[in-house]
Nanobody, 126 residues
Framework: QVQLVESGGGLVQAGGSLRLSCAAS????????MGWFRQAPGKDRAFVAV????????FYADSVKGRFTISGDNAKNTVYLQMSSLKPEDTAVYYC???????????????????WGQGTQVTVSS
């Protein structure tokens, strides 16, 4: 069973930066997609970014392109989300998601991911 542990959330002023990390244990898939979704109060969970740890394309939501960077460390089974130029509208609980590319993970749809972290709060003050 894959388990995901997130870290790095917190409170930051608008224009600031934060880096989120998500470490996976129990991974057995060679093509392992890891990504981030976020959920603001009263809103649906929304795609942020995804990458494939063993190498492959990365995808971003339009709302974060140019400000967020996703990267992965295949040896450590870890994905990072570097967030810069943060805005108050980036405030949300950020969830790490992961799954086997061969069975559909790696898209912008939450339903395509098999494993989820507990979430980490990111709050951007104006």
């Amino acid at each position: 069973q894959v388990q995901l542990v997130e870290s790095g959330g917190g409170l930051v002023q608008a224009g600031g930066s934060l880096r989120l990390s998500c470490a996976a244990s129990g991974r057995t898939y060679s093509a392992f997609a890891m990504g981030w979704f976020r959920q603001a109060p009263g809103k649906d969970r929304a795609f942020v970014a995804v990458t494939v740890l063993s190498g492959g394309p990365t995808f971003y939501a339009d709302s974060v392109k140019g400000r967020f960077t996703i990267s992965g460390d295949n040896a450590k089974n870890t994905v990072y989300l570097q967030m810069s130029s943060l805005k108050p509208e980036d405030t949300a609980v950020y969830y790490c998601a992961a799954g086997n590319v061969a069975t559909g993970s790696g898209t912008n749809r939450a339903s395509d991911y098999d494993y989820w972290g507990q979430g980490t709060q990111v709050t951007v003050s104006s």
